[in-house]
């Protein structure tokens, strides 16, 4: 019963550095999407997916990067890190018109 | 751009107590959802409303999705300490890939 799984939980990084946040599911579902959540700021969309192959922006999408090779994955790509990049990552997914599966999330800090 | 405001942000009471939290919106959307989510875990789903004046009841709580489709509420009778959360309201479009929109939460805190 995995659903949404994101890795890594925590991650420090250095300002300039890059990293990936990986996110993958198992219930065949065709759209993904990638928020950060902030306090006092609810969730925001950075980008999303309706399929493989397929991506587009969100409401906060500069400083990142996504790709969707297959149905399963859809990791989010920082270039190069900046601290208000500082945030909580979550990664969701669901059918087409339906309510988001979400994964546990990615803790990141940008020093 | 604040598509959805949550009311209040902030909410502490006491076990028993009764409460409602505020969702609104000067768009239309095609459904609402209503998600719970806990410290260090993602939302969960609560209830998706999607016909305008629909009301669904889930145990204690109690949602109402507004005759417009722009508005919802969330009430929670004799509310628990289990009840304590972060609550977001978020909107979709079906036009829009749908994509959600999300409110920016309203914390509660239910005291035994």
């Known amino acids: 019963n995995a659903g949404v799984t994101q890795t890594p939980k925590f991650q420090v990084l250095k300002t300039g550095q890059s990293m990936t946040l990986q996110c993958a599911q198992d219930?065949?579902?065709?759209?993904m999407s990638w928020y950060r959540q902030d306090p006092g700021m609810g969730l925001r969309l950075i980008h999303y997916s309706v399929g493989a192959g397929i991506t587009d922006q969100g409401e906060v999408p500069n400083g990142y990067n996504v790709s969707r090779s297959t149905t399963e994955d859809f990791p989010l790509r920082l270039l190069s890190a900046a601290p208000s990049q500082t945030s909580v990552y979550f990664c969701a997914s669901s059918f087409p018109n339906s309510p988001l599966h979400f994964g546990n999330g990615t803790r990141l800090t940008v020093t | 751009t604040q598509l959805l405001k949550q009311s209040p942000q902030f909410l502490s009471i006491q076990e028993g107590e009764n409460l409602t939290v505020y969702c609104n919106s000067s768009?239309?959307?095609?459904?609402l959802q209503w998600y719970r989510q806990e410290p260090g875990e993602g939302p969960v789903l609560l209830v998706t409303v999607v016909t305008g004046g629909e009301v669904k009841k889930l145990k204690r709580l109690t949602f109402q999705f507004g005759d417009a489709r722009k508005d919802s509420s969330l009430h929670i009778t004799a509310a628990q300490p289990g009840d304590t959360g972060l609550y977001l309201c978020a909107g979709a479009h079906y036009t829009n890939a749908g994509k959600s929109t999300f409110g920016d939460g309203t914390t509660l805190t239910v005291k035994p």
């Open positions: 768009s239309v959307f095609s459904s």
């Open positions: 219930m065949n579902h065709e759209y």
